[in-house]
């Protein structure tokens, strides 16, 4: 099985203590994807943006990292995935994405997109180590720096 190294980004989108999820295979998740190779972190979330909620992204700060392995067999790749958790500065542009989404490249990709509140996260949202982080960062931004946790032994 192919080894590969895939560094992500994802976007921390807040709307009224609401964090903005997608549905993406069998799981929500935050909006975001791979960086391309010579790729730095602002400009794939910018891109990762445009491409999955047709509005550009202004890169604000990473909140939470992590890096983990998973296996695509349908790929025949076993992937080391490290992911930047980053906050936006403009938010409020997002505020009616769950109604405009529809118009970007890679809608498809998306099963579904909306608002949730910590206390009311779908039972299958990813990844469950990050919201702790993030109701931290909710009840004072300016406490929580970054934080990094691992999978991998």
């Known amino acids: 099985m192919k080894k590969v190294f ?18 993406m295979s069998n799981f929500w998740w935050l909006p975001g994807g791979w960086l391309d ?16 909620l047709w509005i550009p992204a202004e890169f604000e700060k990473v909140l ?4 983990f392995l998973v296996e ?7 992937n080391h995935a490290l992911e930047y958790f980053c906050t936006i500065k403009n938010n ?12 970007s490249s890679h809608a498809h990709e998306l099963k579904d997109l ?8 779908p039972e299958d949202t ?3 180590n990050f919201f702790p982080v993030l109701e931290k960062y909710l ?4 406490m929580v720096q970054w934080v990094y946790n691992s999978w991998i032994n």
């Not at 190779?37 to 999955?52: D, M, P, Y």
């Open 6 to 23: 895939r560094p992500t980004t994802r976007l921390v989108i807040i709307k009224e203590n609401k964090i903005l999820l997608c549905k």
């Open 37 to 52: 190779w010579g790729e730095n972190i602002q400009t794939a979330l910018n891109r990762e943006s445009v491409e999955e």
């Open 64 to 67: 939470f990292i992590q890096d």
């Open 72 to 78: 695509f067999h349908d790929l025949q790749t076993n």
């Open 92 to 103: 409020e542009d997002f505020f009616d994405v769950v109604d405009t989404y529809h118009n």
């Open 114 to 121: 909306n608002w949730f509140s910590l206390d009311e996260l």
């Open 126 to 128: 990813r990844p469950l």
């Open 139 to 142: 009840e004072n931004p300016d």
